[in-house]
């Protein structure tokens, strides 16, 4: 139950597209969703996050939305860069706790 | 903009050895974790610290892993007697009193030969 199953595993977009990345879990008390983004021989480092109580949350060209009764969530990336190519992990926590992680997905953007 | 620390950057050692891997978290964050991430598979938490006690732990942090803050400065994790599948990355986090965000650092990768 405290899994966070992401998909997919890889993905490859050309420059200018959308990057679509989901998400889903089961627990309920969950409270807190991020994404990470990973490069290459690096720490994860938080790109945007959501609670439950907005189903949208939108960073520049990141943009997260969020559906509480079908417990999923994902990320989209519009117009996609090089620069954005990097291993994706979306998280989930509870009251601050530990964060679990999806498996990660590794995004390639084509120039 | 402040950020976490891990040193070694690198670390390889022998089975059964002792390492000590550690952490400068960012200055005025109350919360420490460690997480680990074996090669191509998901970011994996081990345990969480605050207020000089262990918080939460995970299966994995078994009686061969502890934690220690020796100083105000220091997070360390210590692997007593090292196994071939503890090759891993290592991240140390941090957070503030919200808990909210937490900060990793870039990772210390431990071979275990």
């Known amino acids: 139950q405290q899994q966070v199953k992401q998909s997919p595993q890889s993905l490859i977009v050309q420059k200018g597209g959308i990057s679509i990345i989901n998400c889903a879990y089961e627990n309920t008390a969950f409270d807190y969703f991020p994404w990470y983004q990973q490069f290459p021989g690096k720490g994860p480092a938080l790109l945007i996050a959501?609670?439950?109580?907005?189903s949208e949350k939108k960073e520049g060209r990141f943009t997260i939305s969020f559906n509480k009764s079908a417990k999923q969530f994902s990320l989209h990336i519009m117009d996609s860069q090089p620069g954005d190519s990097a291993t994706y992990f979306c998280?989930?926590?509870?009251?601050?706790?530990?964060?679990?992680f999806g498996e990660g997905t590794q995004l390639t953007v084509n120039p | 903009e402040p950020e976490v620390t891990q040193t070694p950057s690198h670390q390889v050692t022998q089975m059964g050895q002792e390492v000590i891997l550690r952490c400068v978290p960012i200055s005025n964050h109350l919360y420490f974790y460690w997480y680990r991430q074996i090669l191509g598979q998901k970011v994996e938490f081990l345990v969480s610290?605050?207020?000089?006690?262990?918080?939460?732990k995970s299966e994995i942090f078994d009686d061969q892993f502890s934690v220690e803050r020796p100083d105000g400065s220091n997070f360390t994790l210590k692997i007593r007697s090292t196994k071939l599948e503890d090759s891993a990355m290592y991240f140390c986090a941090s957070a503030d009193l919200t808990r909210e965000t937490q900060y990793f650092g870039p990772g210390t990768r431990l071979l275990v030969l």
């Open positions: 610290f605050y207020n000089n006690e262990i918080s939460e």
């Open positions: 998280a989930a926590s509870s009251g601050g706790s530990r964060l679990t």
């Open positions: 959501i609670r439950p109580d907005v």
